[in-house]
C-alpha cells in the first residue's frame, strides 16, 4: 500500500512560481515510479510530468517542458514538482501518481495504482 499526499497549491498570478509536493509513504521510495497529473475542469486527465524509479530519469508533458521541473527527494520519500512562469491554462487539480518500477508508458495514468488526493492551483491573469 502507497499513500500519497500533495501540498503545495494554491492561488497565483500569471508568471509567479510555485512548487508543489508529494510525501510518499508505505513503501521504498526509490522503487517507484512517480507522476504528476492534472485535470481542469471538463477536460481529461492530462500527463505533467514523470521520473523514473529505475534511475531517475525524466519525462515532460510538452505544455510544460521547459516550465515545469520534476524531482525527488530520497531523504524524506518526497516528490516535487516545481513550476515555473504559471499561465491560466495551468489552473487544475495536480495529483500525484505512483507504480512500482519500470513502465514504457510513463505519460498512462492507468498505469498508475495509488494516487494522491490532489491539489489545486489556480493561476489569475
Known amino acids: 500500500q502507497v499513500v500519497l499526499v500533495e501540498s503545495g497549491g494554491g492561488l497565483v498570478r500569471a508568471g509567479d512560481s510555485r512548487q508543489l509536493s508529494c510525501k510518499a509513504s508505505g513503501s521504498t521510495f526509490t522503487s517507484l515510479t512517480l507522476a504528476w497529473f492534472r485535470q481542469a475542469p471538463g477536460k481529461e486527465r492530462e500527463f505533467v510530468a514523470g521520473?523514473?524509479?529505475?534511475?531517475?530519469?525524466?519525462t515532460y508533458g510538452e505544455s510544460v517542458k521547459a516550465r515545469f521541473a520534476i524531482s525527488r527527494d530520497l531523504d524524506w520519500d518526497t516528490l516535487h514538482l516545481q513550476m515555473k512562469n504559471l499561465q491560466p491554462d495551468d489552473t487544475a487539480v495536480y495529483f500525484c501518481?505512483?507504480?512500482?518500477?519500470?513502465?514504457?508508458?510513463?505519460?498512462?495514468?492507468?498505469?498508475?495504482?495509488?494516487w494522491g488526493q490532489g491539489t489545486q492551483v489556480t493561476v489569475s491573469t
Open positions: 501518481a505512483a507504480r512500482f518500477g519500470f513502465t514504457a508508458a510513463m505519460t498512462n495514468a492507468d498505469r498508475y495504482g495509488y
Open positions: 521520473i523514473m524509479s529505475t534511475d531517475g530519469s525524466t
